[in-house]
């Protein structure tokens, strides 16, 4: 699906900044959930590089606060989800993963979503 909008558009390769900017469901990926993951501190940078591997995240983020790092993530299924979330290879470092399904995104990349205009 990823090739075929890319070809579409003139693109040869897609760009990860292109993804972010588009809806989950257009890629095939209906199901988003925001990640607030809290590691240990010595853990924050590798378990950021490690979500950076997944074409599955479209941004992640090292914070302040309780947790250390969110994550939005798109995926095909709750199923896919879960197993995201217990099985993945950037678990490792990990102490807790609280998950928050996206029920509608408002706004992306600077761009209002057409479904929140009318």
Do not use: H
């Not at 940078?45 to 250390?68: K, M, N, W």
């Not at 879960?82 to 928050?100: H, I, P």
């Amino acid at each position: 699906m990823l090739n075929e909008i890319a070809q579409e558009g003139g693109i040869d390769q897609l760009d990860r900044r292109v993804i972010g900017a588009l809806q989950p469901d257009v890629l095939e990926l209906p199901v988003e959930a925001l990640l607030w993951i809290k590691t240990r501190p010595d853990e924050v940078e590798s378990t950021g590089r490690a979500l950076l591997t997944s074409p599955l995240v479209r941004y992640a983020a090292a914070i302040t606060g309780e947790y250390q790092l969110v994550a939005d993530i798109t995926v095909a299924s709750r199923a896919a989800l879960y197993e995201f979330v217990t099985a993945g290879e950037w678990l490792s470092g990990v102490e807790l993963v609280e998950t928050c399904l996206v029920v509608s995104g408002l706004k992306r990349s600077g761009v209002t979503s057409a479904s929140t205009l009318g």
